[in-house]
């Protein structure tokens, strides 16, 4: 499974970003797929992730971002709306063959990140 995150880039504090995660290879292998990002010196946060059909966020992006999926596209997407400076770090999207939880160990396969950072 390969995973390939993009959409990142520079926003102003309040805008928008859209990431997507395209998945390719035995994208039947895995169960649910989840958002990460990670800042310097600290491990992977978990911001959101996709378990059967449910989708489950974060408190800290709770109201301000969404997930969506494109199953034909085998797509995942990270809507964020009203950036915050504090939500600058690298976003990486993951693979769980079976639970995808709130914990990074749950996932087996990784995306290379994309980086997102949000200036006041």
């Known amino acids: 499974v390969q995973l390939q995150a993009s959409g990142g880039g520079l926003v102003q504090a309040g805008g928008s970003l859209r990431l997507s995660c395209v998945a390719s290879g035995r994208t039947s292998s895995f169960y649910g797929m989840g958002w990460f990002r990670q800042t310097p010196g600290k491990g992977r946060e978990f911001v959101a992730s996709w378990s059967d059909k449910t989708l489950y966020l974060a408190d800290s992006v709770q109201g301000r971002f969404t997930s969506s999926r494109d199953n034909a596209a085998n797509t995942v997407y990270l809507q964020m709306n009203s950036l915050k400076p504090e939500d600058t770090a690298v976003y990486y999207c993951?693979?769980?063959?079976?639970?995808?939880?709130?914990?990074?160990?749950?996932?087996?396969?990784w995306g290379q990140g994309t980086v997102v950072t949000v200036s006041s």
């Open positions: 993951a693979a769980a063959r079976y639970n995808a939880g709130r914990s990074s160990r749950q996932y087996e396969y």
